[in-house]
């Protein structure tokens, strides 16, 4: 499985933005899909995840109510819509895809990454 990551930049706080991940390969063992992200001197955390086939959603708490994860399975694509944004949410954003069924909220869950996409968001 490859995945292909896009739609990071430069947004003023409060803004929006909207990341795709893009499955390819063999898309047909995937079971979720998420995204985490890493600011400089931190370590990687959790954003979102879905289950491919159901749709069922997880968030981490620092996004809950702001982002939105989605797929459209027939584009084999996940995307993350990002609203209110904060400086805080700075970061180097990667879309991960897992076979099997785990928990999901650990990098530990996942099997293929994508490449990270920057998101600088100004205040």
């Known amino acids: 499985v490859q995945l292909q990551a896009s739609g990071g930049g430069l947004v003023q706080a409060g803004g929006s933005l909207r990341l795709s991940c893009a499955a390819s390969?063999?898309?047909?063992?995937?079971?979720?899909m998420g995204w985490f992200r890493q600011a400089p001197g931190k370590e990687r955390e959790f954003v979102a995840a879905?289950?491919?086939?159901?749709?069922?959603?997880y968030y981490g708490d620092s996004v809950t109510g702001r982002f939105t994860i989605s797929r459209d399975n027939a584009k084999n694509t996940v995307y993350l819509q990002m609203d209110s944004l904060k400086s805080e949410d700075t970061a180097v954003y990667y879309c991960?895809?897992?076979?099997?069924?785990?928990?999901?909220?650990?990098?530990?869950?996942?099997?293929?990454w994508g490449q990270g996409t920057q998101v600088t968001v100004s205040s």
């Open positions: 879905i289950k491919w086939t159901v749709g069922t959603t």
């Open positions: 390969g063999r898309t047909i063992s995937i079971y979720a």
């Open positions: 991960a895809a897992g076979l099997g069924s785990r928990t999901y909220y650990t990098g530990e869950d996942y099997d293929y």
